[in-house]
């Protein structure tokens, strides 16, 4: 008797977590069939932020250009490295951070922000990471910019190593979306997480091979590189435009990792979904 | 088929008190917990439906109405598939149109024209079909060059008509709307009832809640009323402000 008790509220919750699974492999499907939205939605973000000016998001270049190009001739000095090799080291460490870290800290707040299309009618919340994915990946299009002088100035030739750029930037999307739906529950859930994580990427930024070489560190130290994760994604991003093929094993850890993600958000998606609207 | 039909849902609320919102405060308190061998959850949840069941067919154009905190606009919510009931279940048939608050989607620096096709696209329609209904849209909300200029510049009631001519300009099967009649003039009032026995003639529901006796008469041939989250009762208009006025 109690046996079959037990084997009925078992059954039900099958029921009930494959339910979850459906709903929220639904949303996925409809979040991409509505490219439309969340496109449009991230053009928006951005020509809004900069409607009132005359250079419009090319001010995010600007400032972006500013940033390398002083920090870069600072930090050559302070490192007594070769300008030739420091500024197109530091330039593509630079842009790749700051898209690692703005799609990072963005997404904490992705629902909290999209508060009131959520409220008002029935959207797929995945179309909301995407349309903070595609916003970063716009805003760092325009940054690419600022290589241009670089590349002339300093003689880079075109690789066609550089082609695996693209890949890269696949698995930027696929974690981007993977961890940006975790932190995005977590943030709607949790309203101090968006602090928490931009004091970590201050952190993260210190820590992770950006503005000098892993190579200065002593074979004592390396490990710092080695298990930092961000600094294999940034060898994935900044190698490529380098000429230089990232290594194997910064490919398997950030394979590894995405599939991690990826999987880890879907369960946490299908088993929260239905809260998020509550939790707004 | 078009319908919409409630099976005894319930929706909960959970109320956070400000240290069940950080991560931080959870963590620690989650330490201590191990330590005092207590855990205190701090959760209060508030019912807002309460085993409210009902069924709406092609035709019905619903009024809701109850005081403050009545559960209306939650209900509304459950009805555009917003907020997924903890118990019971919701079973529509129909594409549905919300119109819960002014200007969905529209961001005040962005022009009339920008806010109608994010509402549009947000809707469900493509580009191409929102390019069609623009001259509709434009000449119901009377708004004319105003399109062109941001909508921080717009009054409230050229704020409703524009929302209002974009959540109906695609005949929507079903139609939510809260309170939001209320907010235009006389002229305005016409249009939007003869727009929307327009539609209701098309086999359509529509749910309007609203706290105007004269709104709900002059759009709704039945009403809900609701009273701290349960259906009071549900039927024609007459007997359903009786119930509402003499519990007020």
């Not at chain 1, 991003?237 to 000429?243: A, Q, S, T, V």
């Not at chain 2, 409210?52 to 009805?79: C, P, Q, Y």
């Not at chain 2, 809707?123 to 079909?129: A, I, K, S, V, Y």
């Amino acid at each position: 008797m109690i046996e079959s008790q037990s084997l009925q509220k078992i059954s039900v919750e099958s029921v009930r977590v494959s339910e979850d699974l459906r709903h929220a492999w639904l949303d996925l499907l409809e979040g991409c069939k509505a490219w439309r939205v969340w496109l449009l939605l991230a053009w928006q973000d951005i020509r809004l932020r900069y409607r009132r000016s005359t250079l419009g998001p090319f001010w995010i270049t600007l400032s972006m250009a500013i940033t390398i190009y002083s920090m870069g001739l600072l930090y050559s000095k302070l490192f007594k490295m070769d300008l030739n090799q420091y500024y197109p080291f530091l330039a593509t460490g630079m842009l790749s951070w700051n898209l690692i870290s703005s799609l990072l800290s963005d997404a904490p707040t992705i629902f909290v922000d999209a508060e009131s299309f959520i409220k008002q009618i029935k959207q797929p919340y995945c179309s909301f990471i995407f349309r903070a994915v595609a916003r970063n990946l716009i805003i760092f299009a325009h940054n690419t910019l600022v290589l241009v002088p670089i590349m002339i100035f300093f003689h880079m030739p075109f690789h066609y190593v550089s082609l695996l750029f693209g890949l890269s930037l696949l698995l930027i999307v696929l974690n981007a979306s993977g961890y940006g739906m975790l932190l995005a529950i977590l943030g709607t859930r949790f309203r101090d997480i968006a602090q928490l994580v931009t004091s970590l990427l201050q952190v993260i930024f210190f820590l992770t091979p950006i503005m000098w070489s892993s190579k200065v560190l002593s074979q004592k130290y390396q490990f710092v590189v080695e298990l930092n994760p961000f600094a294999h994604m940034l060898n994935l991003i900044r190698d490529p435009l380098l000429g230089i093929v990232p290594p194997l094993y910064s490919w398997l850890v950030i394979l590894g990792i995405t599939a991690f993600g990826l999987l880890a958000a879907f369960i946490v998606f299908a088993r929260y979904r239905a809260r998020i609207a509550y939790w707004l | 088929m078009v319908f919409l039909k409630l099976n005894s849902v319930s929706v909960d609320f959970p109320i956070y008190s400000i240290t069940a919102r950080s991560f931080r405060q959870c963590v620690l308190q989650l330490t201590t917990a191990c330590t005092l061998g207590k855990s205190k959850r701090n959760r209060v949840t508030i019912r807002a439906l309460d085993n409210v069941s009902f069924e709406l067919t092609h035709g019905d154009r619903v009024g809701l109405i109850g005081h403050n905190g009545a559960g209306k606009s939650t209900l509304l919510r459950v009805l555009g598939q917003i907020y997924e009931p903890i118990q019971g279940t919701v079973i529509s048939s129909g594409k549905i149109s919300t119109l819960l608050s002014l200007g969905l989607g529209s961001n005040l620096e962005s022009t009339g024209y920008e806010n109608i096709v994010i509402q549009g696209l947000l809707l469900g329609l493509t580009r191409e079909q929102i390019h069609l209904k623009i001259d509709d849209i434009a000449q119901f909300s009377e708004l004319g060059s105003y399109l062109s200029m941001p909508v921080r510049t717009y009054s409230s009631g050229m704020q409703l008509r524009l929302s209002f001519a974009v959540a109906t300009c695609f005949k929507p099967e079903i139609l939510l709307m809260d309170e939001l009649i209320g907010a235009g003039d006389q002229g305005f009032m016409k249009k939007a009832q003869m727009r929307l026995s327009n539609f209701v003639n098309q086999c359509s529901i529509m749910v309007l809640a609203s706290h105007s006796t004269e709104t709900i008469k002059q759009f709704c041939n039945k009403a809900i009323f609701m009273e701290r989250g349960q259906l009071r009762y549900f039927g024609p208009v007459q007997e359903a402000l009786a119930h509402y006025e003499a519990c007020s």
